[in-house]
């Protein structure tokens, strides 16, 4: 399957800071790429929406201006979480959409996310 | 705006054991997809169920979707160990924000 990486893995900082996280896709490109939380034991809650080339779409409660969203290019989208505080500590992860590709005898393919490996943020 | 439910929270078998987790949505979908996460890692993504009544098999796990595409269920034949960690099911509205909406999730721990 499509392969997504994510950039740091894990990071501590200090509150105040801001932290960058950066997401690929490694072997497609992702027009639209996807944000999400996870806070422990608990499902994935989705913050923002990324589309290359345009602004981020952010869904209802989370703060633009805290979570800064770059869609620079098909491959990468970061994340910035700035001025962080201990209550975003978190599992960050990313997903980017692949397309349905062409298979073996005309066949659509499915379409789908496949999810980056997570970044843990702990702001102390 | 969409709700996804899905039940049971939690569950706890003896190896060997079957296990199933119900998804229902709160309005009609365009598609379910079936995601795994182990403990400590990130979501896998199973299968995704488009047609209304689909059954779609994956060795020892059968994954269903409702007639009315609101409801699904994802069922593991004789547990394995290596079967624990969290199923989610994520349903797909339709529209160009292909946006997902994540079910709480069941907790799946098999006792060897």
């Known amino acids: 399957g499509a392969v997504v990486s994510q950039h740091p893995s894990w990071v501590i900082c200090k509150s105040g800071t801001s932290v960058k996280i950066e997401c690929r896709s490694l072997?497609?490109?992702?027009?639209?790429m996807f944000w999400y939380r996870q806070f422990p034991k608990q499902s994935l809650m989705l913050m923002a929406t990324?589309?290359?080339?345009?602004?981020?779409?952010?869904e209802q409660g989370v703060e633009k201006d805290k979570f800064l969203i770059n869609h620079a290019s098909l491959t990468l989208s970061t994340l910035t979480v700035t001025s962080a505080h201990p209550e975003d500590s978190s599992f960050y992860i990313c997903s980017a959409r692949d397309l349905p590709r062409l298979l073996a005898g005309g066949l659509l393919g499915e379409e789908t996310q496949y999810f980056g490996p997570g970044t843990r943020l702990l702001v102390l | 705006g969409q709700q996804v439910m899905q039940i049971p929270q939690y569950q706890h078998v003896q190896e060997g054991e079957d296990f199933t987790t119900y998804c229902n949505s709160s309005t009609t979908l365009s598609n379910i997809q079936w995601y795994k996460q182990r403990p400590g890692g990130h979501p896998v993504f199973l299968i995704q169920?488009?047609?209304?009544?689909e059954v779609k098999k994956q060795k020892r796990l059968t994954f269903q979707f409702g007639e009315a595409k609101k409801n699904s269920s994802l069922h593991i034949t004789a547990t394995q160990t290596t079967d624990v960690g969290t199923y989610f099911c994520a349903g797909h509205s339709g529209g160009s924000n292909y946006k997902l909406t994540f079910g709480k999730g069941t907790l799946l721990t098999v006792n060897p």
């Open positions: 990324s589309n290359e080339g345009s602004k981020a779409t952010y």
């Open positions: 169920l488009v047609k209304s009544g």
């Open positions: 072997d497609f490109q992702a027009t639209t």
